[in-house]
């Protein structure tokens, strides 16, 4: 079993920041990518960003590009998304998920979820 656990969400101003955090947890923790996705009141989930747990490699949806920073620590299971030049169309509920799968951007290739951090970006 994986546990994963968001922190760091929170109210923001537009043109603000925020880090996410995503401590994963288990007996064995294991993954071929980390993801984050978002989620806006009456909307689809929607993938923002993924990171191969080895080699670093990462992919993000063209709307946060070179807004939004995926990282990992390997070494404390825990991957973050950094935010800046946030807008109020980013407010919505963000979660993290564990992939063994290589297309990282579909939710349905993610086995394992944690439980959200709702992000609010006021203009």
């Known amino acids: 079993q994986v546990q994963l656990v968001e922190s760091g969400g929170g109210l923001v101003q537009a043109g603000g920041s925020l880090r996410l955090s995503c401590a994963a947890s288990?007996?064995?923790?294991?993954?071929?990518?980390m993801g984050w996705f978002r989620q806006a009141p009456e909307k689809e989930r929607e993938f923002v960003a993924a990171?191969?747990?080895?080699?670093?490699?990462?992919v993000y949806r063209d709307s946060v590009k070179g807004r939004f920073t995926i990282s990992r620590d390997t070494a404390k299971n825990t991957v973050y998304l950094r935010m800046n030049s946030l807008k109020p169309e980013d407010t919505a509920v963000y979660y993290c998920?564990?992939?063994?799968?290589?297309?990282?951007?579909?939710?349905?290739?993610?086995?394992?979820w944690g439980q959200g951090t709702q992000v609010t970006v006021s203009s």
């Open positions: 998920a564990r992939t063994m799968g290589s297309v990282v951007n579909r939710p349905g290739n993610y086995d394992y």
């Open positions: 990171i191969r747990w080895s080699g670093a490699n990462t």
């Open positions: 288990g007996r064995t923790f294991s993954a071929y990518a």
